[in-house]
C-alpha cells in the first residue's frame, strides 16, 4: 500500500479572488461549482497549502453559496498558499484555467491571518431588472414602505411545507431606478440564524405593496458585502 503524498500545510500567503459568473454559465449547484475552482486552481499550478489530518483537503474557501443559474459580479474566493506570489504570477496561472462561463475580475492580498471568509461574508447587494415597464413611482413608494416597516411578514415554501418569516431583518436597503427597464437594487442579509434575504422575496413584497404583479427579468448578484463593510 503507497504512502498518502505529504502535502504543505506551511501558510504564507492569501489571495482573494474576485471572480464573476456570466449568464450562459452551465447551471450547477455550489458543490459542482466549488469542485471545478478547486480543479481549476491546481490545474494553475498554485502553491496551495492543505489542512492538517488524515482528512486534509486544500484551503480554498468560499464566500457564500451562489442560486443556481444566477449571474454575478463578485463572488469571492480565498486560497491560502505555502509560498508567496506576487499578483501578476498567480493571474498568469490562472489564465486559461479558469472554469467556463466565468472571469476573474480582482486579486486581493489579504491579511493571513484574518478570520474565515465564510463567517464574514454579512450580506449581498442584487441588481433585479423588472419586466413589463411597471410604473416607477408606484414601486418607488413601495420600496420607501417596505424600509419603513416594522416588519414583513412573509411566507417561503421549504421543501413540502410553508413556513411563515419576518422579510424584514434580513431587508438592509431597497431602491428603485428608472428605465425602462425598471430596475431594483437591494442588499439583504445572509445571517446564520434568520436565514437569507432573497431578491426574488423583495421583488414579491415590493408587488403586494404597489398593487402590481411584478416580473423579474434577470437578476445579478453585484458583490458580496463582509461584515466590516456593513454601516
Do not use: K
Amino acid at each position: 500500500m503507497s504512502e498518502r503524498p505529504e502535502r504543505p500545510v506551511d501558510q504564507r500567503q492569501r489571495w482573494r479572488l474576485v471572480v464573476a459568473r456570466t449568464p450562459d454559465a452551465p447551471d450547477e449547484a455550489q458543490r459542482e461549482v466549488a469542485d471545478r475552482w478547486v480543479s481549476a486552481i491546481e490545474s494553475a499550478g498554485l502553491p496551495v497549502a492543505w489542512t492538517e489530518g488524515a482528512r486534509s483537503r486544500p484551503r480554498i474557501a468560499f464566500g457564500a453559496p451562489l442560486p443556481i443559474g444566477m449571474a454575478a459580479n463578485g463572488e469571492l474566493i480565498d486560497v491560502v498558499l505555502c509560498e508567496r506570489w506576487p499578483a501578476w504570477r498567480v493571474r498568469e496561472a490562472l489564465l486559461g484555467q479558469v472554469p467556463a462561463g466565468w472571469r476573474l475580475v480582482e486579486l486581493l492580498d489579504v491579511w493571513l491571518a484574518g478570520p474565515p471568509l465564510a463567517g464574514r461574508v454579512a450580506a449581498a447587494d442584487y441588481e433585479v431588472v423588472l419586466s413589463g415597464d411597471p410604473p416607477l413611482d408606484r414601486v418607488g413608494e413601495a420600496a420607501a414602505e417596505l424600509l419603513a416597516a416594522p416588519n414583513l411578514p412573509r411566507q417561503r415554501v421549504r421543501g413540502d411545507a410553508t413556513v411563515e418569516y419576518d422579510l424584514r431583518p434580513l431587508l438592509i436597503d431597497v431602491a428603485v431606478e428608472g428605465g425602462p427597464p425598471v430596475r431594483v437594487l437591494t442588499r439583504t442579509r445572509l445571517h446564520p440564524e434568520l436565514g437569507t434575504g432573497r431578491p426574488e422575496e423583495v421583488v414579491a413584497a415590493l408587488g403586494d405593496r404597489a398593487g402590481l404583479a411584478l416580473e423579474i427579468e434577470t437578476v445579478v448578484r453585484e458583490r458580496l458585502v463582509l461584515a466590516e463593510d456593513l454601516p
